[in-house]
């Protein structure tokens, strides 16, 4: 398992949930001298873009993600993106988060599976963040927010050799691979199976620095080349034409990352079958493991360190991620209860008092060093986020 792998997870889910919410709140919102109170403009999205990006991308969250650590508990990250989901006036109920989640990990698991190499795990995360720059282009202090964050990407990352970014590779589809939602996009593009599985590609272009497939060369004792031999392949194979690029600005060449929601089409998901057996695996959702919850409070003190200026009696808009209402109540009906992750609720409210005692809590930690028997790894990222 891989210590850097938590930065590429989070910022490539959190790259496609906001392709998600951006393509919805188009879909939803009214020209604003048409719009009632209760009815989104595009005001409104780019608000709620604006501070999702914003409290994403804040400094001393970003500080604590990028310190090498293992990976939360599927049900620890799915509390972050709720939070992170409603860090502005947008409200989701929990049908739409689920199903929301599902699509987030459901596009990522497709796009690590599709990288030619392990390195371009990075290439993915730089196609997400180009386009979060897009969404915030006209709010230059955000942009400094995702910019500061390219660069300590670019200046943890590159240096990494291939084998590194074998070992994130596996620690990322480790995490996904008990994961088969069935999402309408991947489906009717036939990149995805009944069963949730998805169908890799036997053509298409090598990795890059490799040679198509179908010449054996064959070498002496001394390192001469003696014999060649073809062979015929099953697959039809192309070079690259270049290196996607791994700085600040240029083109990534890979398009894995890039905004499926771009063309509008509506998106479903559905349980798969596999998915459905297991729930009776997944009792534990249903009384939370003392564990677990300990490592939300970890998560709760990280995420308690952002401030988010919310007006006074603002309640906010409420988002819906199926097409009808009647569908988001069936949905929240029909998902096993075990299948549906629970928030528990932890309190760090932003009373001065209280931020003091946070504040103790945060100087006793020894992140780099836990101590020995400590179920609270990763107890921080979530109060970050409660502050926010």
């Known amino acids: 398992m891989s210590a850097r792998t938590l930065p590429l997870l989070f910022l490539n889910l959190g790259g496609e949930m906001l392709y998600i919410l951006d393509q919805r709140l188009r879909a ?64 989701l109920n929990q049908a739409s988060m689920d199903k929301l989640y599902d699509l987030m990990t459901m596009a990522f698991k497709y796009q690590v599976l599709l990288c030619p190499r392990p390195r371009d795990v990075l290439l993915v995360t730089f196609n997400h963040l180009d386009a979060i720059k897009d969404f915030i282009s006209d709010s230059p202090g955000i942009l400094n927010q995702v910019d500061e964050t390219f660069r300590r990407l670019i200046e943890t990352y590159n240096p990494l050799s291939d084998g590194e970014f074998q070992l994130i590779r596996q620690t990322l589809l480790i995490f996904f691979q008990d994961m088969h939602i069935r999402v309408s996009i991947f489906l009717k593009d036939k990149v995805q199976n009944s069963n949730g599985r998805f169908v890799l590609p036997i053509s298409g272009p090598v990795p890059w620095g490799t040679e198509v497939p179908g010449l054996i060369r064959i070498f002496n004792h001394k390192g001469v080349e003696v014999k060649r031999a073809e062979f015929s392949t099953a697959g039809n194979y192309v070079t690259p034409q270049r290196e996607g690029s791994f700085e600040l600005y240029g083109d990534r060449v890979l398009k894995l990352g890039t905004n499926m929601y771009s063309v509008t089409r509506p998106v479903e998901t559905h349980m798969s079958g596999s998915s459905k057996n297991l729930a009776s695996q997944a009792k534990e959702n249903i009384a939370p493991n003392p564990l677990a919850k300990e490592e939300l409070n970890f998560l709760a003190r990280l995420l308690g360190g952002l401030d988010i200026q919310k007006p006074a009696g603002d309640s906010g808009f409420r988002l819906n991620l199926f097409t009808t209402d009647e569908e988001e109540e069936h949905a929240a009906q029909t998902r096993p209860e075990e299948l549906s992750y629970k928030v528990i609720n932890i309190e760090a409210t932003q009373e001065p008092a209280r931020r003091a005692e946070l504040s103790r809590i945060l100087g006793e930690l020894d992140v780099a060093e836990p101590r020995p028997g400590s179920a609270g790894k990763g107890e921080d990222l979530l109060a970050l986020m409660d502050g926010l």
């Open 28 to 91: 939803q919102s009214i020209p604003g001298e048409k719009a009632r109170k209760d009815e989104w403009t595009d005001v409104d999205r780019k608000r709620v873009m604006n501070d999702i990006i914003s409290t994403m991308f804040n400094r001393k969250f970003m500080e604590e993600l990028f310190k090498p650590q293992d990976l939360y508990s599927k049900k620890a990250l799915r509390t972050v993106y709720d939070r992170l989901a409603h860090a502005s006036i947008m409200r």
